[in-house]
């Protein structure tokens, strides 16, 4: 995703939101809480989409073993 500086986001951490990568409430009634990034300069972020990285909200490759 093309992120712009200063701007909030907040990655979906439970896997339940219609608007993956990103938070919609639908952790709501969880212990899940999403994961607020904020973008320190223009560029591509790449957003886990698997939820089991240990760089959240950022991939680091561990869907390549699951």
């Known amino acids: 995703m093309d992120v712009e500086t200063g701007k909030k986001y907040t990655w979906c951490a439970c ?5 993956q990568p990103f938070c919609d409430g639908s952790h ?9 990034f904020e973008a320190e300069k ?3 972020v790449y957003f886990c989409g698997c939820k089991r990285t ?8 561990t869907h390549s073993s699951l």
């Open 28 to 36: 709501s009634g969880t212990e899940i809480a999403p994961v607020m």
């Open 15 to 19: 896997g339940r939101s219609e608007n």
């Open 42 to 44: 223009s560029e591509t």
């Open 54 to 61: 240990g760089d959240a909200p950022r991939c680091d490759g």
